[in-house]
């Protein structure tokens, strides 16, 4: 009797290890099921659907076909969806956020989002097509899966612009007589000027100057060799942006929808434990010195996985995090670790909240994870780093022919798996 008692001793935790090791192996093994559902094939379908210009002075009618196309696909999922509905001043039109809601009874959420809005030339196949099917097949998985948060999926609207500051630049390039019909400027030596105030500005900017005095920085550099006209075009753009900061040009240039959605939401944003938002994840290459990065951000600096800083490929993933988001930043570069997904990354995470990135490294929040940093809410941006790799970015060659569909087949499970292992 003692003998067996003594074994007891012994056998009971090594049952009790074993038995976890099983569990542990069987959820490994219904999570790789799970990863296995991404398919190719439909993300490229929802691309075809969506492909085009969405816009909304160029192409509002596609715009809001595309939103009914979400909800649409959403439905079809399971979804509870609901649609955010908003105006901007100066505006008529009804502008949607699209939502569909897995419900799982948590008392918390995760968000995973994407813009479905284009530039005005642009197809918009990989911004952000490509962010907006990956959306739509990690839902469509997801409805399916056990999930301890509720999950909540939105596409917004209006990331690329604001349409009313929009429709006032287009009137000052028309009456500044620079352009053609089609909005062209028709001199060589004003395209090169405005360049060169670009470059200016970035310079001022980098140098912790407001965007006011950037501009002006930039017109006392170059108004000795600009023409009468040229001059009174740069003052006209001097007054549009007089009234943009660093702190409130998200949501009154880029990120529209998104910033109204979180001030329609304020009372419940305490519900959102973090937000993965899919920005541009199509493209990626092996091609040396194809990646650039952001002005303040020096690679060395950050943590990667399978990167070779010497050759600077544009063949990983890029992670943009504010200093509240690394719980999460940390889950999703775990699971592109996993051996099932082996994505390779570039963990741009800093230490810093919205007020500090404002004033250093200001390029880091172009996207629609910027509304929620400002409020204090773990997101991360997950991308293929828009122009800083991607050459057709804002383009008209922005097409399904440039796309990486592994590629973007690893970021969807690498966010799927993200949301299957978050505490």
């Known amino acids: 009797m003692l003998l067996n008692k003594t074994l007891d001793k012994f056998l009971i935790p090594k049952k009790e290890f074993l038995i976890r090791l099983i569990k542990r192996g069987t959820n490994l093994l219904s999570i790789k099921t799970i990863l296995d559902q991404v398919d190719i094939e439909n993300l490229y379908q929802h691309l075809l659907y969506i492909e085009g210009v969405k816009h909304p002075l160029d192409n509002p009618e596609l715009l809001d076909e595309v939103a009914n196309y979400l909800r649409w696909e959403m439905e079809e999922f399971g979804l509870e969806t609901k649609e955010h509905v908003f105006r901007v001043d100066g505006f008529d039109f009804d502008f949607r956020n699209i939502e569909g809601l897995i419900d799982n009874g948590s008392e918390s959420e995760i968000l995973v989002t994407s813009h479905y809005d284009t530039m005005n030339v642009s197809p918009g196949v990989n911004d952000n097509g490509s962010g907006v099917a990956g959306m739509l097949e990690i839902a469509r998985i997801l409805s399916n899966a056990k999930i301890k948060s509720n999950i909540r999926f939105i596409g917004f609207t209006l990331e690329e612009c604001h349409p009313t500051r929009e429709r006032i630049f287009r009137k000052l390039m028309m009456d500044s007589k620079l352009i053609d ?24 900017i980098i140098q912790g100057k407001s965007i006011t005095e950037s501009w002006q920085f930039a017109y006392d550099i170059v108004k000795n060799d600009a023409t009468k006209k040229e001059l009174q075009y740069i003052e006209s753009l001097k007054k549009h942006y007089a009234n943009i900061t ?28 973090g937000v993965i938002n899919l920005e541009e994840i199509g493209y990626s290459t092996e091609k040396k010195f194809s990646q650039n990065y952001p002005s303040g951000i020096d690679p060395k600096n950050y943590s990667s996985y399978k990167i070779n800083l010497e050759e600077m490929k544009g063949n990983f993933v890029g992670i943009f995090a504010d200093k509240n988001s ?39 929040l172009r996207s629609d994870h910027a509304p929620f940093w ?23 060659a922005d097409i399904m022919d440039n796309l990486n569909f592994n590629f973007m087949k690893k970021i969807c499970q690498a966010t799927i798996a993200t949301l299957l292992n978050l505490p």
């Not at 060589?188 to 001022?204: G, N, Q, V």
């Not at 773990?378 to 970015?393: G, H, L, M, Q, S």
Request: charged share 30%; proline share 3%.
């Open 181 to 204: 019909e089609e909005l062209r400027f028709t001199s060589y030596h004003t395209i090169k000027l405005l360049d060169k105030i670009d470059e200016l500005r970035e310079e001022a």
């Open 374 to 396: 400002r409020e204090g809410i773990p997101a991360i941006t997950v991308t293929d780093t828009f122009e800083f790799r991607y050459p057709y970015y804002h383009t008209e």
């Open 246 to 273: 660093r702190m409130n040009w998200i949501g009154k240039t880029i990120c529209v929808g998104s910033t109204s959605w979180v001030k329609a939401h304020r009372k419940s944003l305490d519900k959102i434990a």
């Open 326 to 364: 690394s719980a999460l930043t940390q889950t999703f570069c775990k699971q592109c670790q996993d051996e099932c997904i082996d994505l390779p990354y570039h963990n741009l995470e800093v230490a810093m909240n919205f007020e500090e990135i404002s004033l250093k490294i200001i390029d880091l």
